[in-house]
Every structure is written in C-alpha cells, then in structure tokens.
C-alpha cells in the first residue's frame, strides 16, 4: 500500500494549489481544485495547500499487474484516464475494471464534456 499526497492528472507538476476544508470541518474528501465546495450542504471555510500533480503512469511501475482503477475525482476524471494511456495500453497486467462515476453537472462545473471518459477508455 502506498499513500501519496498530491493529485493525479494528465501532466506532471510540482506545485498544484487545491482547496480543503479547514482540520475542524473534518472532512478531507472535499479537497478539490475548485475554490468553492460543490455538492456539500455545510459550507466550510477553505484553505489553499500546495502538492504535487503525477501521472498513474508515473507512479504505477510498469511490470506492476493493475486489475481495477478506482477514479473519485469530483468531475476530472478525464485528466486522470488521459494520465493513465501507458496502463491501458498495456498488453498483460492493464486494468480489467476501471471504476468511475460521472455526474452531469458536476463534469461540466469542471469544464470538460460527458461520455469523453466512456470514449478514451473503450
């Protein structure tokens, strides 16, 4: 098990600001990069930190088997899956099972279409 702290995109950076709620809201899965909270009925006061932005296929070595890829990324799924092509690409150990949600609303908020991500990885 590896844990990193950082986002995972299409592109490396070093130095990505994402907005988190303050540590007594209590609730670090609504980071995000938008500097407003989507979808969350108390709004908490956020806070900008800094991390860095890597690729899946950087960190994912590639004679490591990957047999699901679970994407929670609150609209940019695109730039996760377009960060992963050397995984799905792969001829043996690529990704059987990749598991994301798209909502609607919340994918154009982040300024990308519906059904692109459907596409890249069919």
């Known amino acids: 098990l590896y844990i990193f702290h950082g986002l995972v995109g299409n592109q490396s950076k070093a130095n990505i600001t994402i907005w988190r709620p303050e540590e007594k809201f209590g ?13 969350v009925v108390r709004k908490p006061k956020l806070i900008p930190e800094h991390v860095p932005m890597v690729t899946l296929d950087e960190i994912v070595p590639p004679d490591t088997p990957v047999g699901l890829v ?10 996760v899956v377009q960060g992963m092509k050397g995984l799905l690409e792969r ?5 059987k099972y990749i598991h994301y ?14 059904g692109t991500v459907q596409k890249l990885i069919e």
């Not at 609730?27 to 979808?39: C, D, M, P, R, W």
């Not at 994407?71 to 695109?78: P, S």
């Not at 001829?91 to 990704?95: A, I, R, S």
């Open 70 to 79: 679970k994407i929670d990324v609150q609209g940019f799924e695109l730039p």
């Open 27 to 39: 609730k670090f899965e609504q980071a995000s990069i938008f500097s407003q909270t989507v979808g």
């Open 101 to 114: 949600e798209e909502q609607a609303r919340i994918t154009r908020m982040a300024g990308f279409q519906t």
């Open 91 to 95: 001829k043996v150990g690529y990704p």
